[in-house]
């Protein structure tokens, strides 16, 4: 037998374990839920490596996780005859943290501790919420086949201590020391209550010792029997009619980790040709690590019950990746790997069908006629379903008829309305679906491009998802509509109607005011000078040439770093405008290209761009000022 040894428990460690014994005491029977989860995570992985190698078992093949509790030692014990721990992997799981998501779940703290302590088994650490209740942790455990155990123990300040010992039974047993006021957790009532409420549908007996009255000492007495607390059952194998909400709830927050209960789910058999059963569920609320490309998401995978992977990401495309559950094939072998995921036709089908029955379970919810559901969930989850349209061509009108977005039609209230809503509001002679992406909701909703639209009663989508310049790259049409940027120089549409309307005497006279104009700018600030009918409250406009990027287009790459070519914008004047009119009426060269200068800018201001001049452009605005004043 080796000596003790003193290790020093790596900084993230010490912070998150200050976290758990200071601030984390709102769910402090969460405790339970994260070791027992643990442990029926180690007893999958017996299992599934016992099917290649059956001595792993040890003989002993009935899988289970047994809780005991000692009043006098004041201990709650947790254990499993799973897989077990080596020394290094002792060292490696428990005592550093082996993902980068821990610093994040510090940053991400808000003080809340209900919330916070939610936050424990999404971020994987469960391991260390031990330290809410306990004030010394021992873990003894023996790797399946190997015949060295290890004894860790901490008292969750600063270092823990190793030592070899041996053991029995193969697995892990965890030993808490509760702390002087946790007094509640040795109770047997008190215990089963934590372990029914989380871990009913935990896959694995999870046993309790019996007890029985002794009528000398007039108390329960603990037998050697043991008897199983929890269902057990593979809740995803039941019949839909056996199974309430409750059950779906609490399995819900046992694979997921949420303490809120999920926005849906979503359960279906499948025989024929393929079989398998799927789970899925629809969370109500977004994960904080949604955009986080090192997260790992997707659902668990199950072969004939047997715990094969978490985290299939295969099974469910990127934008689809905050729904939860459970696959469970007949058809698929034990030993499949994530690469045999990639490829694989069963794979292929069942993702196929399982993508399927999400969306159509969201178009549902998006046509019920309380709708508030889809409202939430649209406000959770729309950004990244927006990634689908481009990610899942076979899905993409499914996709678009899921999308929802601000509109003209009532800009107070944002990405409500949907694609069908606008076509049916639209006239015959309407031609488009007309958009507008721009940096803000407010930005969208207060462009002079507007004006035109507003007046003649044509309904515009107001975007402003950072998401949506690509969005509507991808979406060319809905319902044989084509999608088209009001601030595309491209509408010509609503151009040749107005010119139809013009005499020569005025068409002259706006030739002379652009040539004007086009003048004093020169051709390095434009690339053309127009009138337009667009406008009726404001004086000017830029609109990009066809086959142009759009203005918010280069603001998003340059905010990414990437070099833009050059891009001169058309400016568009409003002939009615009284600024307009004057310039019209100026013949001195300089005060001439003072106002086009102006103008222009001003027109670059309401979209959003940063002007190269800011300061010579205020000065211009200052002595234009003056001169009124
Ligand atoms: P997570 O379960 O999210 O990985 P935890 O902090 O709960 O994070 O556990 C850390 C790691 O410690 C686990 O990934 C596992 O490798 C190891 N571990 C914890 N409990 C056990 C156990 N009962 N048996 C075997 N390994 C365990
Ligand atoms: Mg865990």
Redo the contacts with the bound molecule.
């Keep these: 037998m080796s000596a003790t040894e003193t290790h020093e428990f790596q900084t993230e460690v010490n912070q998150l374990l200050k976290l758990m014994i200071h601030a984390l005491y709102s769910n402090k029977e969460i405790f339970l839920r ?2 027992i ?3 029926s ?2 007893l999958d ?1 017996l299992r599934f490596a016992a099917v290649s190698d059956d001595s792993l078992n040890e003989g002993d093949e009935k899988l289970a996780i047994t809780i005991g509790f000692d009043k006098e030692a004041r201990t709650v014990t ?1 254990s ?1 005859n ?4 080596t020394r290094d ?1 002792v060292i490696a ?2 005592g550093t943290i082996a993902n980068s998501g821990t610093k994040k779940f510090l940053e991400s703290m808000t003080g809340d501790q209900a919330k916070d302590s939610n936050l424990i ?1 999404q ?6 919420s031990s330290f809410i209740v306990a004030d010394e942790v021992t ?1 003894e ?1 023996r790797k399946a086949g190997t015949s060295e155990g290890t004894r860790w123990t901490s008292k969750g300040e600063g270092e823990y201590t190793l030592e070899e010992v041996s053991k029995d039974d193969k ?2 047993s ?1 030993t808490l020391h509760l702390k002087e006021d946790m007094d509640e957790f040795l109770d047997r009532f008190r215990l089963k209550n934590i372990i029914t409420t989380y871990s009913d549908h935990i896959n694995f007996p999870i046993q309790m010792k019996k007890t029985e009255w002794d009528e000398e000492a007039k108390e329960d007495k603990e037998l050697d029997e043991l008897e199983q607390v929890n269902k057990a059952t593979a809740i995803w194998t039941q019949p839909k009619s056996e199974l309430s909400d409750e059950d779906y709830k609490n399995f819900y927050q046992t694979i997921s980790h949420d303490f809120q209960e999920p926005a849906a789910h979503i359960h279906n058999k499948v025989e024929g040709t393929l079989e398998y059963t799927s789970l899925l569920y629809l969370p109500k609320k977004a994960p904080f690590d949604l955009y986080d490309r090192d997260r790992r998401y997707g659902l668990k995978l199950y072969v004939k019950r047997v715990f094969i992977m978490d985290d299939a990401e295969h099974l469910m495309p990127t934008y689809l990746r905050f729904v939860r559950g459970v696959i469970d094939s007949a058809d698929l072998p034990l030993n499949v790997s994530r690469e045999i995921l990639q490829s694989n036709k069963v794979v292929d089908k069942i993702r196929a069908a399982s993508v399927k029955r999400v969306l159509d379970h969201l178009g549902k919810m998006a046509k019920a006629d309380d709708s508030d559901e889809y409202h939430n969930f649209w406000d959770e989850f729309g950004q990244v379903l927006k990634e689908g349209l481009v990610e899942d061509f076979a899905n993409k009108d499914k996709i678009a008829k899921l999308l929802r977005f601000s509109t003209t039609h009532d800009d107070k209230v944002e990405q409500r309305i949907a694609l069908q809503d606008y076509v049916d509001r639209m006239s015959e002679d309407q031609e488009a679906i007309y958009y507008i992406v721009a940096d803000t909701h407010a930005a969208a909703k207060g462009s002079p491009h507007l004006e035109m639209f507003r007046k003649k009663g044509i309904e515009v989508l107001l975007l402003s998802d950072r998401i949506d310049e690509w969005l509507v790259s991808h979406l060319n049409e809905f319902e044989g509509k084509q999608l088209k940027s009001i601030t595309s120089a491209d509408l010509k549409e609503f151009d040749e109607e107005a010119e139809k309307e013009l005499s020569e005497e005025d068409k002259k006279q706006r030739e002379a005011l652009t040539e004007k104009v086009k003048k004093a700018l020169g051709e390095e600030l434009v690339q053309d000078v127009k009138v337009t009918h667009r406008l009726t409250d404001s004086p000017a406009c830029v609109v990009n040439a066809e086959g142009e990027m759009s203005a918010h287009m280069i603001r998003m790459m340059e905010q990414m770093g990437q070099e833009v070519p050059k891009q001169k914008p058309v400016l568009e004047l409003n002939p009615d405008h009284a600024l307009v009119k004057k310039l019209e009426a100026m013949d001195n060269d300089d005060t001439v290209k003072e106002w086009s200068l102006f103008l222009l800018e001003q027109a670059q201001l309401a979209e959003g761009h940063q002007l190269e001049e800011p300061a010579a452009f205020i000065k211009r605005m200052n002595s234009l000022l003056a001169n009124v004043a």
Excluded: P, Q, R
């Design positions: 994260e070791l989860s643990n442990a995570d180690a992985k947790i499993d799973g897989i077990g721990m992997e799981n428990i088994g971020f994987g650490v469960g391991f260390y873990l455990t697995g892990t965890i």
